[in-house]
């Protein structure tokens, strides 16, 4: 189930299904709205953008509360959420998921609302996307890449994920591949597991990024994806925020995954990821990978 692109004049909601919005972040939010008005669209603010419960904006079910109101408004065309954090998983026996197959609509975060972009395409079938979260277009930080995303995907439906910088393959051959995409931050994937809200992962290509982990804890989540059967086909690795930028250790990355699992194929980029540009990634929809010509190529994933 497809979404309709973005035109000059609509409306995007902005929800915090996660952490709330702190004093310091307003500013960041301002800028953030001045920017996407600048791109011609207008803003609306969820009902609990504002609350604070427990380090989230709002209870489970008011977080949700919004997640479906926005769903349900007829003048929203997209939904973008404020911020990641650790308490997505909470809001999803809350969520009206017939009330979204009836309303579909662009969907946006990352980090921890990896759980949600999963579970809604899981239970729905909609087209969700991996994308920098809101305050990130208010910030100083905020890349042209990130920037052209925005029009690139939302505007113009472009197929292709644009590199961010080089991308290196592994034990690809010439071999072109394809399968769904699903991701994006490992960790929150893994609260998934167990719940009827995991999409089925044997036959997919993972993108997956990670914010805070060292080597260790990078190891035991690819153990974990591993030995549930999810690393069988393809895996592409994103930007690995400690490890890179941290630790300086780039390369245990993809090492990692060759000692658990020598024969999957690996593509490692800096396409995505935290504090670092982002593509808009579909999440859910077939993609095509060329090592050829290094390409990475989605079916349509907008009307």
Request: aromatic share 12%.
């Amino acid at each position: 189930m497809l979404a309709s692109k973005l035109s000059v004049g609509d409306t995007i909601g902005v929800i915090a299904p996660d952490k709330a919005l702190k004093t310091d972040d307003k500013v960041y939010l301002e800028n953030a709205t001045k920017y996407f008005e600048s791109l011609g669209l207008k803003v609306k603010y969820g009902k609990y953008l504002f609350s604070d419960d427990n380090y989230c904006a709002g209870t489970p079910k008011e977080r949700a509360e919004d997640l479906n109101n926005m769903f349900s408004d007829k003048d929203v065309k997209a939904i973008f959420t404020l911020k990641g954090g650790e308490m997505a998983n909470g809001i999803l026996p809350y969520i009206d998921f017939e009330n979204i197959k009836n309303n579909p609509k662009i969907f946006l975060g990352y980090s921890d609302i990896t759980v949600l972009l999963c579970a809604i395409n899981k239970m729905t079938n909609l087209v969700t996307f991996h994308c920098q979260d809101y305050l990130w277009f208010g910030k100083n930080d905020v890349t042209e890449y990130d920037k052209n995303e925005v029009v690139d995907k939302l505007f113009n439906g472009n197929k292709t994920i644009i590199p961010y910088d080089i991308r290196e393959f592994y034990n690809f051959g010439n071999e072109v591949i394809s399968g769904k995409i699903y991701g994006t931050n490992a960790s929150s994937m893994l609260k998934l597991i167990g719940t009827p809200y995991l999409p089925d992962l044997s036959n997919a290509i993972l993108f997956l990024e990670k914010y805070r982990a060292d080597i260790v804890i990078w190891n035991t989540m690819l153990e974990q994806l591993n030995q549930c059967g999810f690393l069988n086909k393809a895996v592409v690795f994103g930007y690995i925020y400690q490890l890179q930028s941290v630790e300086n250790n780039k390369y245990s990355i993809v090492s990692e995954l060759r000692k658990i699992n020598e024969d999957v194929k690996i593509v490692k980029t800096n396409d995505f990821g935290h504090l670092h540009g982002n593509s808009i990634i579909p999440i859910g929809v077939e993609v095509k990978i060329n090592p050829k010509d290094k390409s990475i190529v989605v079916d349509k994933y907008l009307n």
